[in-house]
C-alpha cells in the first residue's frame, strides 16, 4: 500500500471514530433527561383576572373563586374576588350587580367606595366549597345595616364640591393611582343560584352598577386552586 493510500485510510477512521462518539454523546444526553421532573409539573397555570372601567372607577383582578370540587354544579352560589378602585377625590357607591348566569346576585357588607381607595370584594385566593354553597343567606352573612352600620346614609353624608374638588370622570386609573388607593371595607358578592354547571375555563360576564361612574361589565373567569389538584371530582 502506498504512502498515500495509508494517509487516506487512516483519515476516513478517524472520522469514523469521531462520528460515532458524537452519537454517543447525544444519545447519552437524550437518556439522562427522559423521565425527569420538570420545575413547571407542579406548577398551577396563572388565571388573570378580568379588568374594567367607568371613569375614575376601576374593577381590578376580577374572578370567581375556585370551586372547591373543581367546578361549580348548577344551583350552586360563586363568590367573587376582585378588588373595586376610586381614583377621585368624590365618594361612589356600588348600587347593583347582575349576571345571566344567575339567579340573583348577593351583596353584603360596605357597598360604599370612597375617593381614592380600594375597596375588597371577596378573600384572595379562597375556594368556594360544598359545605357553603347556597349558605349565603342573613344568617351566615349578617346583613349591611346591622354588620356594618357605617355604611349608612349618615355615615357617609354627600360632600360638598369644596371638600372634594371636581375630577374629570374620564380620568385614567394609573398604576400608581392604585398602588396609592388606600383598603376601606368589606364587601361580599355571590352570584347565587347558577342557572348552569361551570367548569373552568369559562367567562361569566357580570355588570357592576356605580352611583356617580355608571355601568362596568367584565367577563370573569373562574380563579385557579389554592393548591395543586388531581384530576377533578365530576366524572
Known amino acids: 500500500m502506498s504512502r498515500a493510500q495509508q494517509n487516506s485510510t487512516g483519515r476516513l477512521r478517524l472520522a469514523t471514530a469521531a462520528s460515532g462518539l458524537a452519537l454517543t454523546a447525544v444519545l447519552g444526553a437524550a437518556g439522562c433527561s427522559a423521565g425527569q421532573i420538570t420545575q413547571t409539573d407542579s406548577q398551577l397555570p396563572a388565571v388573570s383576572g378580568a379588568t374594567g372601567q367607568a371613569g375614575p372607577i376601576a374593577v381590578r383582578d376580577a374572578k370567581l373563586a375556585f370551586p372547591h370540587e373543581g367546578f361549580y354544579a348548577a344551583g350552586a352560589d360563586a363568590p367573587l374576588i376582585l378588588s373595586i378602585i376610586n381614583t377621585a377625590a368624590a365618594d361612589d357607591e356600588l348600587l347593583e350587580v347582575s349576571s345571566p348566569f344567575a339567579a340573583e346576585v348577593k351583596l353584603e357588607g360596605d357597598k360604599a367606595v370612597p375617593g381614592t381607595a380600594a375597596l375588597a370584594v371577596g378573600k384572595p385566593g379562597e375556594e368556594a366549597k360544598a359545605a357553603e354553597h347556597g ?18 346614609g349618615s355615615a357617609h353624608p354627600t360632600t360638598s364640591d369644596a371638600a372634594h374638588p371636581a375630577t374629570t370622570s374620564a380620568a385614567p386609573t394609573s398604576a400608581a393611582a392604585t398602588s396609592a388607593a388606600k383598603a376601606v371595607g368589606k364587601l361580599q358578592i355571590v352570584l347565587a343560584g347558577l342557572k348552569e354547571k361551570l367548569h373552568p375555563g369559562r367567562l361569566i360576564p357580570v355588570t357592576f352598577v356605580f352611583a356617580k361612574a355608571g355601568t362596568i361589565t367584565v367577563e370573569l373567569p373562574i380563579g385557579q386552586p389554592s393548591s395543586p389538584r388531581g384530576e377533578s371530582g365530576d366524572h
Open 135 to 152: 349558605e349565603t343567606s342573613s344568617s351566615a352573612h349578617p346583613t349591611t345595616d346591622s354588620a356594618h352600620p357605617t355604611t349608612s
